[in-house]
Nanobody, 121 residues
Framework: QVQLVESGGGLVQPGGSLRLSCAASSNIFTIGTMEWHRQAPGKERELVARIFSDGNKIYADSVKGRFTISRDNAKKTMVLQMNSLKPEDTGVYYC???????????????WGQGTQVSVSG
């Protein structure tokens, strides 16, 4: 099955840190752009950060200076390091990738199942 799997969510106090990971299944051979999105209760899903295959990065204004996105093309993984977390960072965080090459042919885009991040305390 072609899939992206997130891990690393949890409950943290304001000011704390979390590290989210996204791993592509072994039958995904190439990946274009990778992104982290989040959805807070009652709100629309929003882009948090984007990293292109060449390593260039884009961040939402709300997370600039606090979050860092990175990827390992050889391992087909992506990481979101989240520091100085705020209650408004609470939500389900989703991994997204596009232009994937797989053993089943090209896949235009793919979402992970999401991981919960809660900032409270």
């Amino acid at each position: 099955q072609v899939q992206l799997v997130e891990s690393g969510g949890g409950l943290v106090q304001p000011g704390g840190s979390l590290r989210l990971s996204c791993a592509a299944s072994s039958n995904i051979f190439t990946i274009g752009t990778m992104e982290w999105h989040r959805q807070a209760p009652g709100k629309e899903r929003e882009l948090v950060a984007r990293i292109f295959s060449d390593g260039n990065k884009i961040y939402a204004d709300s997370v600039k200076g606090r979050f860092t996105i990175s990827r390992d093309n050889a391992k087909k993984t992506m990481v979101l390091q989240m520091n100085s977390l705020k209650p408004e960072d609470t939500g389900v965080y989703y991994c997204y990738a596009n232009r994937l090459g797989t053993n089943r042919g090209p896949v235009y885009d793919l979402w992970g199942q999401g991981t919960q991040v809660s900032v409270s305390g």
